[in-house]
């Protein structure tokens, strides 16, 4: 009998092996819930090039200051990826407090809570009559003493502009969330997981959005009914691509699946 509950015990624990490995490889690093997920990814009128097909050069000649482009394949970041997974990054910065912020486009409100918490309480799917300042989302202000363990693993795109360096921003938020209209100067985001739903209008023509309305309710309201001249450009980015936004661009996400991030801001 003790030999039959040994074999037992076993067989559970790799059973629970296998599927955590299978939740690591398969369904984005433990984070993403298919109960819990937009489907709507929207059209793509941004232009997609391969890394390969894209100099430098052409790269600052086509888009550094005119406008968006996305990149494929620019980097390879599969290490950076592993240790983004629900599992390392708790394990590794759970008890750690994190800066959170409201989703507000002229709000300041910050708010500081244990890594754990974050994930644990407050990382869930947001409702479309959310107000921005109601809302806390975990992206930029990374303590980068702490979290340099992580960042130094990342590749950051190698197409710079002159006389700029980055500097990263890291967040993981649910689905439904997202940052309202906004704008700074040039830079690029990338996805570790999920999908990440861009909207983005050039300097001069300031997209018409409430500063304490979510994305998600902009998308459900205003985004059905605007004109073709006041459509934005837009684009769903996924894992292994790059968004670059070129300087003082009005843009605004919308996270589609529960999403794991990283922008390198040019400054």
Known sequence: MEDNKVVLNTFVLLCFIVLKAEQLSGDGGGWSDSEFRLEDEGRCNIDVWDSSSLSHQQFIERYAYSRPVILRGLTDNTKFRSLCSRWSLLEEYGDRRVRLSTANTYSYRKVDVPFQEYVDILL????????????????????????????????????????????????????????????HGPGYSEVIYGRKRWFLYPPDQEPHFHPNRTTLSWVTEIYPNLPEDEAPLECTIRPGEVLYFPDRWWHATLNLDTSVFISTFLG
């Open 124 to 183: 869930r799917p947001q409702s479309a009559d959310a107000l921005g300042s109601d809302t806390l989302y975990f992206f930029g202000d990374n303590n980068f003493t702490e979290w340099q363990s992580l960042f130094e693993h990342y590749k950051s795109p190698p197409y710079f502009l002159p006389h700029t360096t980055g500097a990263f921003s890291f967040g993981i938020a649910g689905p439904g969330t997202g940052v309202p209209f906004h704008w």
